[in-house]
C-alpha cells in the first residue's frame, strides 16, 4: 500500500474556505457513523462566517496538506483575551496521524501569542476530540443544545412594551453594543457585528430595543431560521427579543427556527421546551477557566460569533 506523504501547514487563506466545506461534511458525516446516527440531507451553504475569520483573524485560520490537497484546517478567533477554536476538522480516512494535535498547537499560538487569557471550544461529543482539548487545558463548563421548533410558538413568549429598533451599521448603536457585550461576553465584538450588519449569503435582520433612553438588548436572525446571537441585560430580557426573531420569521413565511443554547442559559431553554421545542445532538462548551454571563447572552452557535 502506498505510504500516505507527511501533511505540511500553511495558514489559510480565502480561497480555501469553499473546499474546507467540504472536509467539514466528511468530518460530521464520518462522526455521525461513528454514533450509530442516520446520515442527514446535505444542503450546500456556504457561510459568510468562515470567510469573515480568515479576513479578522488570519493568524487563527490554518490548512492541512498532503501533496497539496487540503486535508485538514483549524479556525481560531481572539477578542479582548478570549481565545475560542471555531473549527477543527480533519478528514476522516487521516484520523490519528496527528494531524488534528498539529492544527490545534498552530491555532493556539495564535492566542498565546496576542496574550490570550481564556481558552475556549464548542466540542463535538466524540470522546478522542475531547480527550485533544482537555490535553490543551479546556475542560467542560456547559452542555450545548442544538433547539428545533416552530416559529409561531415564540409568538406566545413576553412581548416588551420597550422601543423596537432595527440595528444599523453606525457608532451608536455599535458603542452601546460594545458596553453590553463588554459585561455579558467579556469582550467587545465590534468587527462581528458589523460582519452581521453587512452579511451577504442570506437575508438577515437585526433588531434592539431600548426604553427611556436604556439599551435593553439585541438580536439577530436570518431567513434559514437560525436565531442568535442575542443578548439582554437580564436573562428574562431575553424572552421579548426571542419573540420579535419569530415575528420577523413568520413574516417571511418561516415555519421553523434554530438556535445553540448552553445548558448555563436556564431562561431561553425553559421557554423553548415550554414551547414544545426539541433537543437535537447536542455538544460540549469547554474552556481553561468560566467567562462571560451565558445565562443572558445567547451566542450564534456552535461558532459563538
Request: include cysteine; charge should be negative.
Amino acid at each position: 500500500m502506498h505510504e500516505v506523504p507527511p501533511p505540511t501547514y500553511r495558514p489559510m487563506t480565502e480561497a480555501d474556505v469553499a473546499v474546507t466545506g467540504y472536509i467539514r461534511k466528511a468530518a460530521l458525516e464520518g462522526l455521525g457513523r461513528e454514533l450509530g446516527r442516520a446520515p442527514q440531507p446535505w444542503q450546500p451553504f456556504l457561510g459568510a462566517h468562515f470567510g469573515h475569520l480568515v479576513r479578522h483573524d488570519p493568524g487563527g485560520s490554518w490548512v492541512a496538506e498532503i501533496e497539496g490537497l487540503p486535508v485538514g484546517y483549524a479556525q481560531a478567533w481572539m477578542r479582548g483575551d478570549i481565545w475560542f477554536l471555531a473549527q477543527l476538522f480533519v478528514q476522516p480516512e487521516i484520523h490519528s496521524k496527528g494531524v488534528g494535535r498539529e492544527l490545534l498547537r498552530l491555532a493556539l499560538d495564535y492566542g498565546r501569542q496576542r496574550g490570550a487569557r481564556v481558552f475556549a471550544v464548542v466540542a463535538s461529543s466524540s470522546p478522542v476530540a475531547q480527550a485533544l482539548y482537555m490535553r490543551a487545558g479546556m475542560y467542560g463548563i456547559a452542555t450545548g443544545y442544538r433547539m428545533t421548533g416552530d416559529v409561531k410558538s415564540l409568538l406566545t413568549l413576553p412581548e416588551s412594551d420597550a422601543n423596537r429598533k432595527r440595528i444599523v451599521d453606525c457608532s451608536g448603536w455599535l458603542d452601546r453594543i460594545d458596553e453590553l457585550d463588554a459585561d455579558l461576553f467579556g469582550a467587545t465584538r465590534r468587527v462581528d457585528h458589523e460582519h452581521y450588519l453587512n452579511r451577504t449569503d442570506t437575508q438577515s435582520h437585526s433588531f434592539g430595543l431600548t426604553a427611556d433612553g436604556a439599551f435593553e438588548g439585541y438580536g439577530y436572525v436570518d431567513e434559514r431560521g437560525w436565531i442568535g446571537p442575542i443578548a439582554a441585560p437580564t436573562p428574562e430580557g431575553q424572552l421579548p427579543l426571542l419573540r420579535m426573531a419569530g415575528e420577523y420569521l413568520a413574516s417571511r413565511g418561516v415555519e421553523e427556527a434554530t438556535m445553540w443554547v448552553p445548558s448555563l442559559n436556564h431562561t431561553v431553554m425553559r421557554a423553548l421546551l415550554g414551547a414544545g421545542w426539541r433537543s437535537d445532538p447536542i455538544t460540549y462548551f469547554m474552556s481553561s477557566e468560566p467567562f462571560g454571563k451565558f445565562d443572558r447572552y445567547q451566542p450564534s452557535g456552535g461558532l459563538l460569533l
